[in-house]
């Protein structure tokens, strides 16, 4: 709280770690569905080869890329219409 009471409440020790650990899950559930789609995507089904192909790893390299880029322009889109609404929300990747 600022000097004369007015201004932004500080968050409290347990709401950084609540948000924090709402940041790990997040993070925890796209990593998880990442590879998921771009393993089905992306990795052949016969596993002919102990390593990834040449082709598999270009697929897997973008994919995830795409994959990042759009949950960050989503991230981004959902902290704005939160900031825009008054919620003031969490931080975000």
Do not use: W
């Not at 990834?52 to 994959?67: I, N, T």
């Amino acid at each position: 709280m600022s000097l004369f009471g007015f201004g932004a409440r500080q968050p409290t020790s347990a709401e950084k770690i609540a948000s924090v650990e709402n940041e790990l899950k997040v993070i925890a559930e796209m990593h998880t569905r990442m590879v998921k789609i771009c393993s089905l995507k992306c990795i052949d089904k016969t596993y002919r080869e102990g390593e990834l192909s040449k082709g598999e790893a270009v697929c897997l390299d973008r994919c995830s890329a795409k994959f990042f880029e759009a949950h960050s322009k989503i991230s981004d889109q959902l902290q704005q219409q939160t900031a825009a609404q008054g919620g003031g929300g969490f931080g975000g990747m």
